[in-house]
């Protein structure tokens, strides 16, 4: 039972240089999320994708783009990195989003980058 | 918009003593709340959630929380605090589409 499975766990880029996070869910969920996690500042919504063929923006958007490749995976592209990027990614899926639904999100166990 | 606050950065107890972890919410309309726990180097744990009914919730490893609508408040408590407990909580606030929108964290430290 893998659930939420996050690649790759640790990178170190240049500034400048482009990489994505691939982000696989194993639950059939409909929502999938993309975090970030810095010190003292708790996690910050980047994107999310309600369902197969929809993104939004979150709290945190420059910098980044998303595809949602399918149900299953929902990745996160740095075009040019850049030190302020420098944090620990979160990706997250729920089953549903629809006005009531009170289910919890389920998060993979991170995407540790750092930006020099 | 929706927000929540954490007035600690650390809380500290001693194993075998109760423990209070705090929230407050701010947030239009009924509130679902959320608490989450990280431990080192790894993703967030789902603990307990409140989003109606009783206002005491029980959730994981011997947790609760209590939900204060006056106060805006969901403390996370524990009778009876456990070495293990010690790890990085998050309180959050379920947002449109499913979001949450998270506290900063408080980081409990359960002293042998």
């Known amino acids: 039972n893998a659930g939420v499975t996050q690649t790759p766990k640790f990178q170190v880029l240049k500034t400048g240089q482009s990489m994505t996070l691939q982000c696989a869910q194993d639950?059939?969920?409909?929502?999938m999320y993309w975090y970030r996690q810095d010190p003292g500042m708790g996690l910050r919504l980047i994107y999310y994708s309600a369902s197969e063929g929809t993104t939004d923006k979150g709290e945190v958007p420059n910098g980044y783009n998303v595809s949602r490749l399918n149900k299953r995976e929902f990745s996160l592209r740095l075009e040019s990195a850049a030190p302020s990027q420098t944090s620990v990614y979160f990706c997250a899926s729920v089953r549903g989003q629809e006005a009531g639904y009170t289910g919890e999100l389920f998060f993979g166990e991170g995407s540790r980058l750092t930006v020099l | 918009a929706q927000s929540v606050a954490q007035p600690e950065d650390q809380v500290n107890v001693a194993e075998g003593n109760p423990l209070t972890v705090k929230c407050t919410y701010s947030v239009s309309g009924n509130p679902y709340l959320f608490w989450y726990v990280q431990y080192p180097n790894r993703g967030l744990q789902f603990l307990l959630k409140?989003?109606?009914?009783?206002?005491l919730v029980k959730g994981s490893y011997g947790f609760e929380a209590e939900f204060n609508k006056s106060q805006t408040s969901f403390h996370l408590k524990k009778p009876s605090a456990l070495v293990s407990d010690s790890a990085l909580y998050f309180c959050?606030?379920?947002?449109?589409?499913?979001?949450?929108?998270f506290g900063k964290g408080t980081m409990l430290l359960v002293s042998p």
């Open positions: 639950m059939n969920h409909n929502s």
């Open positions: 959050a606030v379920r947002g449109g589409y499913s979001t949450l929108t």
């Open positions: 409140y989003i109606t009914g009783d206002n």
